[in-house]
């Protein structure tokens, strides 16, 4: 049998003595013990109210009758605010780090949705590596809005960036820049369920896209190696190409616009067939990206600019964790003590896995 014994908060009193000069009456206080904090919550219990409303996602009056029910600990809703922008302090410096690793990554998948700023509309952005997730929120959905989020390459640096065809990625050309296959398949579906001749070009470009899903999943399945992928793939690319120089001669309102700029990026579409590692979807951004869209569902985005910082943040900590399989809040509980000893919290990239937490 598994129970779970109560839980209880503990509460230590700290008395600070004071002593008056008799020559100066000046008046001298006893300092706090290295790593006490001078409010009433400790680093721990600091986490956990962090965690609560940022890796979890309760709004704050949940979390604060959650606290009180199972901790048996009464904290205001003003409390828990000051707290979360504490936290948020405390993880300037890891995601700083997040930031400079993500730039210099060679395989980058990127992706925004909509966020509320003040009641005001802006943009969540999200750069993910493997192991990495940093979110930016930005007033603007603009390519200057992407740079901000990943600065342009060094020189002599590769990276190829997968993303959907939004036109704040359009300046990258070639293997700099990977389509995602499933927003594609989605949109020739589209197509596909319109009228003539959109339908038809729906239908040839569908067929297409599982082919190449289909050849794909067979070299992940060990099947064939990454060189002989693009040679599978000709076929595919050669039918494709066919299909979108027809559809772009349509005249169709629905197919003519979207076919000439896949034509134009048309080697975009199959940079994963050039560059090992690189993957045909963007699935692994949109998967990083749910709970941010969930929070925002509840929460209506962000009021003040330390609420920006702690869903920045939270967000960037919270998702590479969870890519990394480590453990949210003895990560946070050990940022917060950094934080009130003033050394260095553990980093955040993946080398540091096998470190605790």
Not at 113 to 131: G, I, V
Request: charged share 20%; net charge positive.
């Amino acid at each position: 049998m598994t129970e779970l014994p109560p839980v209880v908060c503990v509460t230590t009193e700290y008395r600070l003595h004071a002593r008056t000069c008799p020559h100066c009456r000046r008046r001298t206080w006893a300092e706090l013990p290295a790593g006490v904090p001078r409010g009433a919550v400790g680093p721990r219990l600091q986490a956990v109210g962090s965690l609560l409303t940022g890796g979890y996602g309760l709004s704050r009056r949940c979390a604060q009758e959650l606290l009180r029910d199972l901790l048996g600990e009464e904290l205001s809703l003003g409390t828990l605010s000051s707290l979360e922008a504490a936290t948020a302090a405390a993880l300037s410096v890891p995601c700083q780090e997040v930031a400079q690793a993500v730039a210099q990554a060679e395989r980058v998948n990127a992706d925004e949705t909509r966020w509320f700023e003040a009641h005001r509309l802006a943009w969540l952005w999200l750069a993910a590596t493997e192991a990495l997730s940093l979110f930016r929120i930005d007033a603007s959905r603009s390519r200057e809005a992407f740079e901000r989020l990943l600065p342009k390459r060094a020189a002599g640096q590769r990276r190829t960036v997968t993303s959907d065809r939004y036109s704040a990625y359009c300046h990258l050309v070639g293997d700099e820049w990977q389509l995602c296959w499933s927003h594609l398949e989605r949109e020739f579906t589209g197509w596909a369920e319109s009228t003539a001749p959109a339908a038809g070009s729906g239908r040839a470009a569908l067929a297409a896209s599982r082919r190449l899903f289909s050849r794909w999943h067979q070299h992940r399945a060990g099947d064939f190696p990454h060189a002989a992928l693009s040679s599978y793939l000709q076929p595919v690319k050669q039918r494709l190409q066919a299909v979108l120089q027809e559809a772009a001669a349509s005249g169709h309102w629905r197919v003519e616009g979207p076919a000439r700029h896949l034509l134009k990026h048309f080697e975009s579409l199959w940079t994963f067939t050039r560059v090992e590692g690189v993957e045909p979807t963007n699935n692994h951004a949109e998967r990083a990206l749910r709970r941010a869209v969930l929070w925002r569902k509840r929460s209506f985005g962000h009021q003040s600019e330390s609420g920006r910082l702690f869903v920045e943040r939270l967000l960037t900590v919270a998702g590479s964790l969870r890519l990394q399989g480590r453990n949210l809040l003895a990560y946070l509980e050990a940022a917060c003590r950094a934080a009130l000893t003033h050394t260095y919290p553990p980093s955040l990239l993946p080398h540091s896995a096998a470190s605790p937490p």
